[in-house]
């Protein structure tokens, strides 16, 4: 012998908007580029130029950061992340699949490792220029 529960429609909305209140805890991630062996921390609330701005470099360009310009564009090497949407005309069906995406459009749900590539390339990897006034290591 089987019972039927009934549950009000009232009920299940209340249930619904329950589940919808649940906030799971902002998590942080170490992002390492690869071509300048450098890394950052970036939540995962964040999108990793966001993070990246935080090295404080000279040159990290900020364009439209909503995936229209395509200055951004990364590889990610190994890491998982969450991705919005972006424009195919910076980043193609077949880039995509070898990991290049536009670094205003992914939050990290891992640790990430990539490669800045294209437009931000030569800006993120520029020479950090020699100190203006000589100091015990430039002038021994
Ligand atoms: S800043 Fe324009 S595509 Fe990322």
Redesign the pocket.
Known sequence: MGFLFIVPLSQQVLRNEGAAKETKPMQKHTICIENTGEHYTCADSRSV?EGMEVLGKKGI????????????KVQVLEGSFRRRV??RA?VSAEEEASGCV????IYPSSNLRLNVIGAMKKNICRPVAPPIFPTPETNP
């Open positions: 130029l360009p900020v364009g439209c950061r909503q995936g229209g310009c395509g200055v951004c972006m424009s910076h536009l670094s205003c459009r």
